[in-house]
Nanobody
């Protein structure tokens, strides 16, 4: 059974940094795509970044100068590094796994992802 666990959420002040981890377990294949999504209260879920099974990466334009995504295959972990954070980054952050996306040239929609974590809260205060 595939399980995804998001770690690293918390509260920071504007301008601060956080690194979220998505730890994957139980997936039978070595390569997969991971997407990071966020959902703020009263807003729709938004795809933020993805790393393809081929290690290609994509980060949405609005945060591209502040967020980055990377993978540690040995640890089965994908990271979302967030710097110079802003109050508008406040949201529940989720990671999700897709076995169908190899290369990412844009943010895959949530329908491409089959397994989801429980989420981790990120709060940025001004």
């Amino acid at each position: 059974q595939v399980q995804l666990a998001e770690l690293g959420g918390g509260s920071v002040q504007a301008g601060g940094s956080l690194r979220l981890s998505c730890v994957v377990s139980g997936y039978r294949y070595n390569s997969y795509c991971i997407g990071w999504f966020r959902q703020a209260p009263g807003k729709e879920r938004e795809g933020v970044a993805a790393i393809g099974a081929d290690d290609s990466t994509f980060v949405i334009y609005s945060v591209r100068d502040r967020f980055s995504i990377s993978r540690d295959n040995a640890e089965n972990t994908v990271y979302l590094e967030m710097k110079n954070m802003k109050p508008e980054d406040t949201a529940m952050y989720f990671c999700a796994l897709s076995g169908r996306v190899n290369n990412v040239k844009n943010m895959p929609g949530s329908s491409f992802f089959d397994s989801w974590g429980q989420g981790t809260q990120v709060t940025v205060s001004s």
